[in-house]
């Protein structure tokens, strides 16, 4: 065994993951664009408005600032409802050792499609869509090293 961690994924590791993919994509400037429009229209036409268009310009401020990344914290809680709790995995060799609660599985390095080293988490893709997650707060300062590890194993 070379290494041994816990997939401890909070709500927090995937919302910070799922900012970041979206505001370093097309789709993620362009809602950033709006979102300083918007802003930007508020405050010009702040003075003109009456109380039931401020309160739609208001609105409309807040959706990329507030209410955007709100919702995606939600939906990282509701993923992770559906995934195992309490897994564990070892790495060697031989490939990777995944024991979740009573249940446990072995995955040579041959299974495995490749290796992702997120912003805050390192992802173990297997060939048939699985996946699993690593974050940096488990991984630590062994993190390069993993990753280096794990990408050798596969290639």
């Not at 010009?44 to 807040?62: Q, Y």
């Not at 990329?64 to 919702?71: C, D, E, I, N, S």
């Not at 009573?102 to 390095?109: C, F, G, L, P, Y």
């Amino acid at each position: 065994m070379r290494y041994k961690f816990s997939c401890d994924i909070k709500p927090k590791d995937l919302w910070y993951l799922y900012m970041y993919r979206m505001y370093h994509s097309v789709a993620g400037m362009i809602t950033l664009i709006f979102g300083i429009s918007m802003i930007v229209l508020t405050v010009t036409f702040w003075s003109r408005n009456g109380a039931l268009m401020r309160a739609g310009l208001i609105v409309l401020s807040l959706l990329v600032p507030v209410v955007q990344p709100l919702g995606m914290y939600l939906r990282s809680m509701k993923e992770l409802e559906q995934l195992p709790k309490h897994m564990e995995l070892w790495f060697s060799d031989k490939g990777i050792y995944i024991q979740v609660e009573e249940k446990s599985d072995q995955v040579s390095w041959k299974k495995v499609g490749r290796i992702v080293k997120e912003v805050n988490m390192i992802m173990i893709v297997l060939k048939d869509g699985r996946g699993y997650m690593i974050s940096d707060r488990v991984l630590g300062k062994d993190k390069e090293d993993f990753y280096r590890y794990a990408s050798s194993c596969i290639s």
